[in-house]
């Protein structure tokens, strides 16, 4: 059996550029992005040197990065990319479905590594829009997850979901001791989100998980809530669980920590420490995701503006509100406080992005020469979660600022999900592949990406 590996982008369109635009964040995140758009073609260095009737010599300087190819072969790849996204969308590697989906960051990370999303589930009518917007319409998607049997999902090999962390409640479980009732975690979980996942999982079955969550997570009601979510998972649902806490400052120049936890039905050998990470210190510079000014790109109103696609003035603070700001630092700092708000240029990395961005932007301010600071537009945010990423399509932002902060503020950090969806990858193909696929063909396909 040879199955096509072949990946692309959401809707398998590609931006090239011929120029090379050192600072941009096109150029500087991927130097050899010819052989990042080849492996998502799915072609060979031989088929590529086919293909554009040149020799391989040429095509592994290509791809080392060594000489950037004229603009007629990536308009070569740009085709085949969209061919094999036809045959990754009929024929995937697994399926998935996509719980308290906000905008698709997760679904990006498994489609990233041939999955297909066959369930949605979403309730935030404005994160819908933009769901909608960015994924093509293939299902509807489904609401309130407290209100979905689970007989009424599909059939599917993973389950994602980066649901809201709440407390559990103790007293209801000393409650049922007293009364004599029989109990289990599940009924510990039971009024939270993480039971409608758990029992979701639980009907479902799926051949493995992932969830993702804020840091505190571990730590949140005394350890409590982690202590009931990780009994569930394993004692009380059988999986083989392992969490890991990850910075994506190693992928994109924002500090955000968030656990993730992953789950197999069966021990495949899964360990979150055989995933290799870079250093967050050694991860990109905040420069790579700010709009350049210098006419590099294209205006994008109301995000950027004119000929040298300004970024507009109504980012730039407001001299009432830079004020207000400055007076609250001084006044915490005065009283031994930590607290301050995030100034930062083009060398630093930015803190953690939250949902209340849209409020006053406190967290992260650019600098502006001669200027008072100004917010990240919506643009730049999707760049800092990775939902923008060189030669892959712009990321649709339909809705306002407001919720468009939201909706990144509350995401996961895109890249992050793809590494950690590519070191579960050979694990779900050993449990849904695992009847047809020699070792030696498990590896090649795993290899493939
Ligand atoms: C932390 S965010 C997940 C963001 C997502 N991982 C992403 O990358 O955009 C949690 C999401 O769960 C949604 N949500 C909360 N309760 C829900 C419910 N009962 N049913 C469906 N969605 C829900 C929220 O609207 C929010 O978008």
């Given at each position: 059996?040879?199955?096509?590996?072949?990946?692309?982008?959401?809707?398998?369109?590609?931006?090239?550029?011929?120029?090379?635009?050192?600072?941009?964040?096109?150029?500087?995140?991927?130097?050899?992005?010819?052989?990042?758009?080849?492996?998502?073609?799915?072609?060979?260095?031989?088929?590529?040197?086919?293909?554009?009737?040149?020799?391989?010599?040429?095509?592994?300087?290509?791809?080392?990065?060594?000489?950037?190819?004229?603009?007629?072969?990536?308009?070569?790849?740009?085709?085949?990319?969209?061919?094999?996204?036809?045959?990754?969308?009929?024929?995937?590697?697994?399926?998935?479905i996509?719980l308290f989906?906000?905008?698709?960051?997760?679904?990006?990370?498994?489609?990233?590594?041939?999955?297909?999303?066959?369930?949605?589930s979403?309730w935030?009518?404005?994160?819908?829009?933009?769901?909608?917007?960015?994924?093509?319409?293939?299902?509807?998607?489904?609401?309130d997850i407290t209100k979905i049997e689970a007989e009424?999902i599909?059939?599917?090999?993973?389950l994602l979901a980066g649901f809201p962390c709440q407390p559990f409640s103790i007293a209801g479980v000393?409650k049922k001791?007293?009364?004599?009732r029989p109990h289990g975690f599940l009924c510990e979980a039971q009024g939270t989100l993480f039971f409608d996942v758990a029992r979701i999982i639980a009907h479902c079955r799926p051949?493995?998980f992932?969830l993702e969550n804020?840091?505190?997570l571990?730590?949140h009601d005394?350890?409590n809530t982690f202590r009931v979510i990780m009994k569930t998972l394993r004692e009380e649902l059988g999986y083989?669980v392992?969490?890991?806490?990850?910075?994506?400052?190693?992928?994109?120049?924002?500090?955000?920590?968030?656990?993730?936890i992953?789950g197999?039905?069966?021990?495949?050998?899964?360990?979150?420490?055989?995933?290799?990470?870079?250093?967050?210190?050694?991860?990109?510079?905040?420069?790579?995701?700010?709009?350049?000014?210098?006419?590099?790109?294209?205006?994008?109103?109301?995000?950027?503006?004119?000929?040298?696609?300004?970024?507009?003035?109504?980012?730039?603070?407001?001299?009432?509100?830079?004020?207000?700001?400055?007076?609250?630092?001084?006044?915490?700092?005065?009283?031994?406080?930590?607290?301050?708000?995030?100034?930062?240029?083009?060398?630093?990395?930015?803190?953690?992005?939250?949902?209340?961005?849209?409020?006053?932007?406190?967290?992260?301010?650019?600098?502006?020469?001669?200027?008072?600071?100004?917010?990240?537009?919506?643009?730049?945010?999707?760049?800092?979660?990775?939902?923008?990423?060189?030669?892959?399509?712009?990321?649709?932002?339909?809705?306002?600022?407001?919720?468009?902060?939201?909706?990144?503020?509350?995401?996961?950090?895109?890249?992050?999900?793809?590494?950690?969806?590519?070191?579960?990858?050979?694990?779900?193909?050993?449990?849904?592949?695992?009847?047809?696929?020699?070792?030696?063909?498990?590896?090649?396909?795993?290899?493939?990406?």
């Open positions: 059996m040879k199955r096509a590996l072949k990946k692309v982008s959401r809707t398998g369109k590609t931006a090239f550029r011929t120029k090379p635009r050192t600072g941009s964040f096109l150029y500087t995140q991927s130097p050899n992005r010819f052989s990042e758009v080849r492996r998502k073609a799915g072609l060979s260095i031989g088929e590529v040197a086919d293909l554009a009737g040149c020799n391989r010599r040429t095509v592994y300087r290509w791809d080392k990065g060594e000489i950037i190819p004229r603009k007629p072969v990536f308009d070569l790849l740009e085709k085949n990319a969209v061919f094999a996204l036809k045959d990754s969308a009929d024929d995937p590697l697994f399926t998935f996509d989906a906000g905008i698709g960051g997760m679904r990006m990370g498994f489609e990233a590594v041939g999955g297909k999303c066959v369930f949605t979403e935030n009518k404005y994160a819908q829009e933009t769901y909608q917007k960015n994924f093509l319409p293939d299902h509807r998607i489904a609401g009424d599909p059939d599917h090999d993973v000393s001791n007293a009364l004599g051949k493995a992932l804020v840091k505190n571990a730590s005394r350890g083989s392992d969490f890991r806490i990850i910075d994506a400052k190693a992928f994109v120049p924002q500090h955000r920590e968030r656990i993730f992953a197999f039905r069966k021990d495949t050998g899964f360990r979150f420490k055989d995933l290799c990470l870079t250093s967050p210190g050694e991860g990109p510079r905040l420069n790579s995701i700010l709009h350049p000014e210098d006419g590099m790109e294209q205006e994008e109103p109301p995000y950027t503006l004119g000929p040298n696609a300004k970024v507009a003035d109504r980012y730039t603070l407001t001299p009432k509100l830079w004020n207000y700001l400055q007076r609250y630092a001084e006044k915490h700092k005065a009283a031994g406080n930590g607290f301050g708000f995030g100034l930062v240029g083009g060398g630093d990395t930015a803190r953690t992005l939250s949902a209340r961005y849209y409020k006053d932007g406190s967290e992260i301010l650019v600098k502006q020469k001669g200027k008072r600071p100004r917010r990240l537009t919506p643009r730049e945010c999707a760049r800092l979660m990775g939902f923008d990423q060189p030669g892959r399509d712009r990321f649709r932002i339909p809705v306002s600022d407001t919720q468009a902060y939201k909706q990144f503020g509350n995401a996961v950090v895109v890249p992050v999900v793809e590494v950690v969806a590519k070191h579960m990858l050979s694990h779900i193909l050993r449990l849904t592949h695992y009847a047809y696929v020699t070792q030696p063909e498990q590896e090649t396909m795993v290899a493939a990406y």
